[in-house]
Nanobody, 116 residues
Framework: QVQLVESGGGLVQAGESLRLSCVAS????????MGWYRQAPGKQRELVAS???????TYRDSVKGRFTISRDNAKNTVYLQMNSLKPEDTANYYC??????????WGQGTQVTVSS
């Protein structure tokens, strides 16, 4: 059974940094793409950043230049380095593994809270 486990969330002040980790129970080459999503209370889940099996990356505009997604294939882990955090980045952050066939797999989420 495929599992994704996120960690690294926490409470920080505006301007500080956090690094989120998503560890997969299988080789991340299983996935065509992996992504970080976030969901704030009362809002829809939104894509923050994604990385393909070939390490092509995409970012939503509001995090460009501040967040960096990366992968360590040997550790079956995808990271989200978040710098210059803002209160509007506050959300529960989820990892998604999208396989070449079938439905994607979600982690349980990790809470990020940024105080002003």
């Amino acid at each position: 059974q495929v599992q994704l486990v996120e960690s690294g969330g926490g409470l920080v002040q505006a301007g500080e940094s956090l690094r989120l980790s998503c560890v997969a129970s299988v080789s991340i080459f299983t996935f065509r793409e992996m992504g970080w999503y976030r969901q704030a209370p009362g809002k829809q889940r939104e894509l923050v950043a994604s990385i393909s099996s070939g390490s092509d990356t995409t970012y939503r505009d509001s995090v460009k230049g501040r967040f960096t997604i990366s992968r360590d294939n040997a550790k079956n882990t995808v990271y989200l380095q978040m710098n210059s955090l803002k209160p509007e980045d506050t959300a529960n952050y989820y990892c998604l593994g999208r396989p070449y066939n079938g439905e994607g797999y979600w982690g349980q989420g990790t809470q990020v809270t940024v105080s002003s």
